[in-house]
Structures are given as C-alpha cells and as structure tokens.
C-alpha cells in the first residue's frame, strides 16, 4: 500500500509500549526531572504490586515508594539524555494495563480495569466497534501494524491483525515499515514484574533484560537506514502500583464518581533525528498525545474529542534544527 504524500520528515512514527513503571520509578533522581529520589528495589522486584482501579486509589498510602535507579536502566537514562524525556506525561486511565492500551489504539477505553482471566493470552472476542488509530490510517492509505499488541483483538477493526514482536525488524530490514508501529515485547521482557515464582525464578520482570530488548529495537531501526524519517516513543502503559509523587489532574470521572483519567504518571523518551536534544518536556502530556502527534503528522481526521482537544508532543520536536545523529 503506497503512503499519503507526507510533508513532514517524519514518515514512520513507532511506539513503544512497556510495562508497569511510573516515572519516580525510573527516573526520580534524573537531572532537571520533576522527580524525588526513592529507595532501591531489588531488580526483579520481589512481587507485582496491585495497579488496580482501587489500589490507584489508595496508593498514598498502599504502594511501594522504591525505584529502580540508573544503573539498572542505563540505556534509558542514555536516551533521555541524548533525546528528549517528558517528565509530565500521564497514563489516560487509572488502573492497569489494558484500559490505557485501549486509549493508545483508540483514545477510549469502555473499562477502568482489566477483563476477566487470560486476556492477555486469549483477549477477545472483538467488543468495541468505534473509531481508532488504525481505521483513520487505513482510510488515508497509510499503513499500521501490531507487532504483539494483545488490546487490539477487543476491537472489531483491528482484531485478527497482531504480528509477532519479532516481526518489527524483520519489515524494517525489508522496506516495509508501516507509517505507525505499535510495539509490545513478550512478557518476560515488557519489565512487568513476575506475578508467580515460577517466573520470578525465570528472572521475568528484570528491568535491565528489558530496557536491553527496547535497545535493540532502536538498533532494528537504525539498521535499516530509517533513523533520516522515524520519530519512536518509549513509554510505559500503566503505573505498575508503584507510588508518584505527583497526583494528576482530574479531567474525567469513571461511572462510580472515582477518578478515570488521568491515571498515573509515566516516562516517555522521544527519539528522533528531530527531537530537541537534552531537553526536559514540562508540558501535560498523555498517551493520547502519541495518537494526535500521529494525526498531525499524517494530516488524519480526529479519532475523538479527546485527541481533538490533546497536545500533540509539539514541544518535544525541532524540525529546523539540524538532524540528530542516532544513538550509539
């Protein structure tokens, strides 16, 4: 499928999705950050802390003030350092996983938590019939792909569409890189924390495994000679139960009175021969920011009211300035 004419430089934007970790988590004591210094976790963490609608709203005084600190995260703290790190982007739901990977395909999520058993190994079947991403793509004759995305089989358009994770490097060494990339690992490199001892004993939930395989595909990109025209988005989809010291504005309500959006705060690395180079974003972002960045890059329709009235990363990017060189 041949790509819209695109004025911009940018021609492929990635996002990828990572799990479970806020931003005082990761980058509490990064230089000029909004952040506060917190303890050590051991790394793996020893348990999975409840990131739940109801722990998030309990968790002053219920989650672990820990954070994993630079060492074990060097490539991270090496982007953000090289490229731009946003220290004011927030998760769109409060609770867990699946809501807010609903809100980076679709700018909606009908849930405030995770379905039933299994979802990620059986989601489904196809529920939400309603506007996305990837439809407004497809109906611009650009192209998108899911490379190991589980969200999207709850959707009626993209369901039955999800490509292995090992795919992405594949289509970027063949020319073949969608105009949109949603990103996921498997699960014992998404840096969520193990849930059972059997994969505690398997070292699931290592944040340095983690951050390694997040590195390697950059590399993928790179490699390909599609650094000139790609913007990639490193974040992380929800705040995994661990404590932030900032408390996000309200700006919805779920249906029982409780606060639905925004959720916890998160990191997001931008990497881009055009992101602004050792800079700190202050302005409010949120994953939903990753999908109107997209709209306006692509010159796409609004998904929503909600991308109609986000940001769009505009801070974050300098396209007069000259071209950044990879990183190393």
């Known amino acids: ?21 806020g931003y005082d988590n990761y980058f509490g004591r990064f230089p000029g950050g909004e952040g506060v210094a917190l303890p050590a976790s051991p790394n793996p963490p020893p348990r999975d802390p ?11 005084k219920t989650a672990p003030r820990v954070a994993f600190p630079q060492k074990d995260i060097p490539h991270y703290w090496g982007y953000a350092k090289q490229f731009t790190l946003c220290d004011n982007y927030f998760t769109d739901v409060a609770g867990p996983s699946t809501p807010n990977h609903l809100m980076l395909i679709m700018a909606d999520s009908p849930l405030v938590d995770n379905p039933g058993t299994n979802y990620r190994k059986h989601p489904g079947p196809p529920v939400y019939d309603q506007p996305s991403l990837p439809s407004h793509l497809d109906a611009a004759g650009l192209s998108w792909g899911n490379y190991n995305g589980y969200a999207f089989e709850f959707i009626k358009y993209t369901a039955g569409r999800r490509r292995k994770w090992q795919q992405f490097a594949t289509d970027a060494a063949a020319g073949r890189l969608p105009a949109v ?30 951050s390694q395989w997040t590195v390697s595909q950059v590399k993928a990109v790179i490699a390909a000679g599609l650094w000139p025209e790609v913007a990639i988005f490193i974040t992380w989809d929800d705040w995994g139960g661990w404590w932030d010291h900032v408390t996000p504005a309200q700006v919805e309500k779920w249906s029982d009175g409780t606060q639905f959006r925004y959720g916890g705060r998160v990191g997001c690395i931008v990497l881009s021969p055009y992101a602004r180079s050792g800079y700190i974003s202050k302005a409010l972002h949120s994953h939903v920011s990753l999908l109107k960045f997209c709209e306006n890059i692509f010159g796409l329709a609004s998904v929503n009211n909600r991308t109609r ?17 990879p990183p190393q």
């Open 181 to 210: 990339s949603w990103l996921y690992s498997d699960e014992a490199l998404s840096e969520h924390p193990a849930d059972t001892p059997a994969q505690r004993a398997e070292h699931e939930g290592d944040v340095s495994m983690g």
């Open 50 to 60: 409840d990131h739940r609608h109801k722990a998030w709203l309990t968790r002053d």
């Open 1 to 21: 499928m041949s790509l819209k004419r695109n004025p911009s430089p940018i021609k492929h934007v990635v996002i990828v999705v990572k799990e479970n970790h």
């Open 309 to 325: 009235a986000a940001d769009g990363m505009e801070d974050c990017f300098d396209f007069r300035q000259k071209p950044l060189p």
